[in-house]
C-alpha cells in the first residue's frame, strides 16, 4: 500500500512535491485554504493543526485537522510536506510610521494591490524598495500625478535584457560564474558586482546604491525604473520621520509633502500556526531545519518543509529538487545522518558566519542557487558529473558549466532522469531567442571570426585544465 503523503500549500513547491510524490508511487493529498490550484485538490480547506499520532515514535505518522465549509474533519497521513512558504503573513510595521493613524488618506499593504486605476491623478508613496514596492512605484507614475519611492538602504537595479540581450538569470547563473565568484574573497567580489550593476546607470546618481554592500540583499529587477527616475515620474526618498493628516515628512528632508496613498511593500512574515513549535518553531526569521527541509530533532523524518528558503535564483526548481530528495527519504531510499550531525549544522546555519569568499549569504533562509541544489543532487545521485562529461562528451559538458544552469541539467542521470535533456541543454538558447528573431536578419560575418572562436576555445580548455588539475 501506498505511503499516503499530505501536502500543505497548493503553490509552486506544493505542486512540485505533488508531482515527485507521483513519480515515486506514493499517494499525496494536497490542501489549499483558497479555492484555485492543487493535486488531488480539496479547495478551501483549513489545515487547522498538524500533530504526532501517540505511536509516532513507531509509525511516524501524522494526524491532520482540517475545515472545509465550516466542518472540521480529520485523516491520518504517513507524512507531511509544507509548501506555505515564506510570504504567508503581509508585514504591516505601522509603529515604526509616528502619526499613520491620524493619516486620512488610504493605505495599504502591497499584498492587496491589483491595479493602478487608483492612483489616477493621486500623489503616492510607496514604502521598501523591493521588487514589489518597484513594480507598484513603476506602475503607478504611469496614472499619478506624482510618486515617491522611500528606501532605508538602496537596493541594486539590474535589467531583464543583460549583456548582449541575454536574459540576466541565463547570464549571471551559471556553474562557471559561481565558482568564479565563490574563488574571490567576498571584497572583490562586491566590488565586481558594484561595478557591473553601475555599468548600466551610476546608482550613487539616482540615490539608489545600497548602503551595505557586505551583505547580500536580492536585487531589484526593474527595466523603467532608471527611466521614470530621470523623467521626474518617480522621485527616490530617504525613511520615513512622521505622518501627518494629508502628508508625510522624510528624513532629512523638513519639507512636507502631500500624499493621498500609501503603500507599504514591507514585505512578509511566516509562521506554521498548524504547527506545534516543538515540531518547528520559527526564531528571527528562520526555522531549525536541516538543509532547510526537515526538522533535526523528529526521531522519525516524516515531516518536511518545502521552499522555506531564497536562493539567487528561481525558487520553482529549488522547491521541486527539495520535493525529489524528501520523497525518496520518505520511501527508506535515502537516509539522514545522525540527529547530532544534523543540528551542528543547523545551529553553524543559524550563527550566520561569513566564509570570507564569495558573495555573503548571511540573512535568514539565503542561500547559493547551485551550491545547495547540487548537494541535494548529490543525495539522490542525480548531479551531473562534469569532470567524465568533458571526456564522454566535451560538448555538453562545456555546455553545462559555460552556459546557464537551467533545471534540464538535474535531469541528466539519477531518479527522473529524462532522455530529452541533453538535446534540450544544448538547444536552450534556440528557443530563448525563437520569440525575438520574429523578423530574419542576415549577419555579415567577421575575418577574425574564425581566429577568435578558436581562441576562445583554447581559452577555456586551459581553465577547464587549471580548475581540475
Request: proline share 7%.
Amino acid at each position: 500500500m501506498a505511503k499516503r503523503v499530505a501536502i500543505v500549500g497548493a503553490g509552486v513547491s506544493g505542486l512540485a512535491s505533488i508531482k515527485c510524490c507521483l513519480e515515486e508511487g506514493l499517494e499525496p493529498t494536497c490542501f489549499e485554504r483558497s479555492d484555485d490550484l492543487g493535486g488531488l485538490w480539496r479547495f478551501t480547506t483549513k489545515v487547522c493543526s498538524v500533530t504526532k499520532c501517540p505511536d509516532f515514535t513507531v509509525t511516524g505518522q501524522w494526524e491532520v485537522v482540517t475545515q472545509h465549509e465550516g466542518k472540521q474533519g480529520s485523516d491520518i497521513f504517513d507524512a507531511v510536506m509544507v509548501c506555505t512558504g515564506f510570504l504567508t503573513d503581509p508585514y504591516l510595521p505601522l509603529d515604526s510610521f509616528p502619526g499613520i493613524n491620524t493619516f486620512k488618506g488610504q493605505y495599504f499593504h502591497s499584498r492587496q494591490y491589483k491595479y493602478p486605476n487608483i492612483f489616477k491623478d493621486k500623489r503616492v508613496l510607496v514604502i521598501g524598495m523591493g521588487n514589489s514596492g518597484t513594480d507598484i512605484a513603476v506602475e503607478a507614475s504611469h496614472l499619478a500625478e506624482k510618486v515617491f519611492l522611500s528606501t532605508t538602504g538602496g537596493a541594486w537595479v539590474i535589467s531583464r535584457v543583460f549583456d548582449s540581450g541575454y536574459p540576466w538569470d541565463m547570464v549571471f547563473t551559471t556553474r562557471f560564474q559561481n565558482m568564479f565568484r565563490n574563488s574571490l574573497p567576498t571584497p572583490i567580489v562586491n566590488w565586481l558586482l558594484a561595478r557591473k550593476m553601475n555599468s548600466w546607470f551610476h546608482h550613487a546618481n539616482y540615490g539608489l546604491v545600497p548602503e551595505d554592500r557586505t551583505q547580500l540583499r536580492e536585487p531589484v529587477l526593474n527595466d523603467e525604473l532608471p527611466g521614470r527616475i530621470i523623467t521626474g515620474k518617480v522621485l527616490i526618498k530617504p525613511s520615513i520621520k512622521e505622518v501627518k493628516e494629508n502628508s508625510v515628512v522624510f528624513n532629512n528632508t523638513p519639507k512636507e509633502e502631500p500624499i493621498d496613498i500609501i503603500v507599504f511593500a514591507t514585505g512578509y512574515t511566516f509562521a506554521f500556526p498548524f504547527l506545534d513549535e516543538s515540531v518547528v518553531k520559527v526564531e528571527n526569521g528562520q526555522a531549525s531545519l536541516y538543509k532547510y527541509i526537515f526538522p533535526a530533532h523528529l526521531p522519525k523524518p516524516t515531516l518536511a518543509v518545502i521552499g522555506l528558503i531564497k536562493p539567487l535564483g528561481s525558487i520553482i526548481p529549488t522547491g521541486e529538487t527539495q520535493a525529489r530528495w524528501v520523497v525518496r527519504v520518505l520511501k527508506g531510499i535515502n537516509k539522514l545522518p545522525p540527529q547530532s550531525v544534523m543540528i551542528e549544522e543547523v545551529n553553524a546555519r543559524k550563527e550566520n558566519k561569513p566564509s570570507g569568499f564569495g558573495l555573503c549569504y548571511c540573512k535568514a533562509l539565503q542561500a547559493d542557487y547551485i551550491t545547495y541544489i547540487d548537494e541535494l543532487l548529490t543525495y539522490i545521485n542525480a548531479k551531473p558529473n562534469l569532470f567524465s562529461m568533458l571526456l564522454t562528451d566535451p560538448r555538453l559538458g562545456l555546455t553545462i558549466f559555460f552556459g546557464p544552469s537551467t533545471p534540464y541539467q538535474f535531469r541528466l542521470t539519477g531518479p527522473g532522469k529524462w532522455e530529452g535533456a541533453r538535446n534540450a541543454i544544448l538547444t536552450q538558447w534556440d528557443r530563448t531567442f525563437k520569440v525575438t528573431k520574429t523578423r530574419s536578419v542576415q549577419e555579415s560575418p567577421s575575418p577574425f571570426a574564425s581566429l577568435l572562436k578558436l581562441l576562445s576555445l583554447l581559452a577555456l580548455l586551459m581553465a577547464i585544465f587549471l580548475i581540475f588539475l
